[in-house]
Structure formats: structure tokens, C-alpha cells
């Protein structure tokens, strides 16, 4: 991977995953991304930043108790299963397939599921004090 300059910030990249900086699995889940995400074209920023808390507050969205990884996508923010499975699209090999036969299942299904995992989520992979640190080879890529 090359290095990118900096995304200037008034013009936010099309698609921005928020997460959980502290989150062990989260931090997984952002560098599965970064393997599968051949176009590069997923940007990320932790929960816990100022961008995040800036990108929440253009789309009216309350940080309070946020218990859901955010994906904002040609400006339109998206939660929960829903979130998650939209990042699926924009990945390589068979997770886009996976990601959009899990869209035709019922939010009203897929979410609880998404909500027990999140709600467990630091009892079963652990937190930590800080945020991640990515490489310098995927930087440009971090809005924060």
C-alpha cells in the first residue's frame, strides 16, 4: 500500500466506519477491513474521537450510550447489522455476497443479534486504555 496524503476535512471520504477505539474485536474488525477492502476506499475514525463525534452530530445521531458500530456512506449514516453488512459490501471475495443476502434478512432479525454480540462484546475479547495505532502504511486511511 502507498501512503495518501490526508483527506482535507471539508470533504469527508463516501465511506467512514466509526468504532469502538477501546474494543479488542472492534480492533479486528477494523484491520479485516483493511486486508479486504481492495479499493481502499473505507476510511475510519474511533468512536471516542472528535471527528467521530463531529460526523455524528452533522447526521443528528446521539453518542449517548452508543452501543453500535457506525458507517457513514455517501452521506448517510447506518447502524448496527445494518452498518455492519454494508462494510461487507465493500470488501473483496465472497463477503460482498455474504453481506448482501444478510441485508434481505429482516432488520427486525438481524439486529437483536447484532445487540447481543455488541452488548458482550468487552466480556468476550477484552478493552483497552487506548485506541488503536494504525501503521504508517494505512494512516492516510484514519480521519483521526
Known sequence: MTEKSPIPMTHPPEAILLFDGVCHMCHSSVQFVLRHNDN???????????????LLATH??????????????DDRLYTKSDAALRVGK?????WRTFSLIGLAVPRFIRDPIYTWIARNRY???????QCLLPTPEVRARFLD
Open 60 to 73: 443528528g445521531y446521539s453518542t449517548v450510550e452508543l452501543q453500535s458500530v457506525v458507517f457513514i456512506e
Open 40 to 54: 481502499e476506499d473505507v476510511y475510519f475514525a474511533s468512536l471516542q474521537s472528535e471527528m467521530a463525534q463531529k
Open 123 to 129: 466480556r468476550w475479547f477484552g478493552k483497552s486504555e
Open 90 to 94: 465493500k470488501l473483496n471475495g465472497g
